[in-house]
């Protein structure tokens, strides 16, 4: 497998066409439906606009709006997409059950070029910054699922080849009409989730021997970091221009759109390299001691709790 210290993300080929707008191109990749094709269209597409915002002509048109196409986002006719409880969990002690991590790890990356990339087109009105930001994310997201294939064919398998579930991209769905929302329940709810289960899940992986997926939850968790940085970052430019408290926003949106539940344990050290303040960590440290104390509190089989 090639080295995972770097998260270059090269264009297949040069000397591709400029296009006249980023957020059209982006939804055009959106709409590529064949993984492969769409990892290397977005790095592609990436390239080019960083050497236009090197020469000082970025084409986001920001004032746009654009009408969204249906059948978004293109995706492949594998994986079966199934709720999350028909998911079998395998142990990763077994070679099967570690290529069964990597492809849910596999679909992960690959909703998340799509998040990325409708960020991207959907939403107009914001600062070039904001799209040249989730296009980088984009970017990333495709080269994580690039790595994470790479070790699926060092299994035997592809991405495609076991079920998946769609609540990442239902989380989307839910909040296209409000970048608001958007910025808040995704890179900080769900993307911030994988900053607190990916270093129990890399422990796993090396104590089961396999250095190499270890490697790539190591280059996974560095960027993540950074993404969910952008999204605290665009949630707070956010409530500033609406003149609203972030703490309350962020309660209210949670419950006005049925967000998950955020539960520990939690990577409190990447969360506040991410941009959670104080407040929000404190808030996470004493959900999670209300947790631990009732699951404490709860009676066991055996224990006169249940007959």
């Given at each position: 497998m090639n080295s995972v210290a770097s998260n270059d993300c090269t264009p297949g080929a040069d000397g591709a066409g400029v296009p006249e707008n980023w957020r059209l191109a982006a939804l055009d990749a959106l709409r590529e439906s064949e993984p492969a094709a769409k990892?290397?269209?977005?790095?592609?597409?990436?390239?080019?606009?960083?050497?236009?915002?090197?020469?000082?002509?970025?084409?986001?048109?920001?004032?746009r709006e654009i009408a969204g196409p249906a059948g978004l986002p293109g995706r492949p006719a594998k994986p079966e997409l199934v709720e999350p409880r028909q998911l079998q969990r395998r142990s990763m002690s077994t070679p099967q059950g570690r290529t069964v991590l990597l492809h849910a790890l596999a679909h992960i990356e690959f909703n998340?070029?799509?998040?990325?990339?409708?960020?991207?087109?959907?939403?107009?009105?914001?600062?070039?910054?904001?799209?040249?930001?989730?296009?980088?994310?984009?970017?990333?997201?495709?080269?994580?699922?690039?790595?994470?294939?790479?070790?699926?064919a060092d299994y035997g398998h592809v991405y495609g080849d076991f079920p998946a579930h769609n609540g990442l991209w239902e989380m989307c769905e839910r909040t296209r009409d409000d970048v608001l929302a958007r910025m808040a329940l995704v890179p900080r709810v769900l993307e911030a989730r994988g900053l607190d289960v990916a270093p129990p899940?890399?422990?796993?992986?090396?104590?089961?021997?396999?250095?190499?997926?270890?490697?790539?939850?190591?280059?996974?968790?560095?960027?993540?970091?950074?993404?969910?940085?952008?999204?605290?970052?665009?949630?707070?430019?956010?409530?500033?221009?609406?003149?609203?408290?972030?703490?309350?926003?962020?309660?209210?949106?949670?419950?006005?759109?049925?967000?998950?539940?955020m539960r520990g344990p939690f990577n409190?050290?990447?969360?506040?390299?991410?941009?959670?303040?104080?407040?929000?960590?404190?808030?996470?440290?004493?959900?999670?001691?209300?947790?631990?104390?009732?699951?404490?509190?709860?009676?066991?089989?055996?224990d006169g709790g249940e007959k």
């Open positions: 990892a290397e269209a977005v790095c592609a597409l990436h390239a080019l606009a960083q050497k236009g915002v090197s020469s000082g002509a970025p084409r986001w048109d920001p004032q998340a070029i799509n998040l990325a990339l409708d960020a991207v087109w959907r939403f107009a009105g914001m600062p070039g910054a904001f799209y040249a930001d989730w296009l980088t994310v984009a970017a990333e997201e495709a080269y994580h699922f690039s790595l994470l294939s790479a070790r699926l899940i890399r422990a796993r992986l090396k104590q089961a021997g396999d250095d190499e997926s270890a490697a790539v939850l190591d280059v996974i968790l560095r960027d993540e970091v950074g993404h969910v940085r952008i999204g605290n970052r665009w949630f707070r430019h956010l409530c500033d221009a609406r003149g609203l408290d972030p703490h309350a926003a962020w309660l209210d949106l949670a419950e006005r759109y049925h967000a998950p539940k409190f050290e990447a969360r506040r390299s991410a941009g959670f303040d104080d407040a929000e960590l404190d808030r996470l440290a004493a959900q999670d001691a209300s947790d631990e104390s009732a699951a404490k509190a709860r009676p066991r089989a055996g």
